[in-house]
């Protein structure tokens, strides 16, 4: 056998249709179909409503065999994963991400060729919009939450694993910077009760986490980590921070962390490390060009944070691959 015969290729083939999946999935989210079938079991006219029923009960179908939905003789229901995390109103939804995947990502990765050539994001191709690389995620206040939404249902699934990963017990006060809607924080205080957690975003965001932080259990604190002094505490958190961010601004980030711990303060981050090799895994490649469409940043190996972190006078950092979206780092101020 030559390798022309060898080559297999059901790799190619599954790639090719992979954005369809996606995007079956993406459109029964946006059209409700998960909401609609959580007050019950319904047909493809029911939930056509007044569109076209055919067409209605071809996305089901797919939906049935994608393992979100259950079918019985014409009815339709929801699997129990649909029911956790497509549903927008389950607390573990995952539906904020599939929906800012369907509007905004979906948009930007169509030009991710250009995004390769010119190694910048697409903002501005594909939307018109110029600016400071927020104002783009948080452009109207839908799009804001839905953003902030996403990284929360994400944020449930890693930030458990993300508090336990080391012994923080001997912390006192963590300020999560860049801490959206306070899941780490909350975490990371179910597991050490003692810890006294405050969550530093910017206004329009601390603002928005009102209506997920329990009042009085985490401080929220409205502020902008490159222009504005930084809280006091022992331990800072960065969950998804640095990954968004050229290199110069992140050292210049990790100095003003490093500079406003006291000695034998720490600094936890969470973010999707890259094998020392890059090799793998695939899930940190596709975040890493997901950063290159959307952001200033790139995901990088624990190596290359390590780098980062001495260049800002850390003695000290581990990695723990924590098996969940987001693996963590442990950096120690000497
Ligand atoms: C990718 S999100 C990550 C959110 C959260 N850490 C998580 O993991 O779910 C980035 C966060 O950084 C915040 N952010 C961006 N620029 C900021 C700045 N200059 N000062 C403070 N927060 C900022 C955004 O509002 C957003 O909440």
Known sequence: MNKMTQADPAVVIDLIEAFRRSKAMFAAVSLGVFDRLAEGPADAKTLASDG????????LDACVGLSL??????LYSNTATARVYLRRSSPQTLAGYVLYSNQILFRLWANLESAVREGSHRWNQTFGFDGPLFSHFFKTDQDMREFLLGMHGFGLLSSPAVAAAFDLSGFRRLVDLGG???HL???????????QAAVFDLHRVTEFAREFVPAGEIE???GDFFTDALPEADLFAVGRIL???????IVTLLTKIHDRLPPGGGLLIAEKLLEDDRTGPVPAHMQSLNMLICTEGKERTFAEYKALLERAGFARAEPSKTGTPLDAILACKG
């Open 180 to 182: 959206a809607t306070g």
């Open 220 to 222: 929220l604190i409205p």
């Open 243 to 249: 990954h968004d961010w050229s290199e110069p601004k």
């Open 52 to 59: 076209d029923v055919d067409a209605m009960e071809r996305l």
């Open 69 to 74: 939905l259950a079918k019985e003789g014409n």
């Open 185 to 195: 924080a909350m975490a990371a205080r179910r597991r050490y009760p003692h810890l």
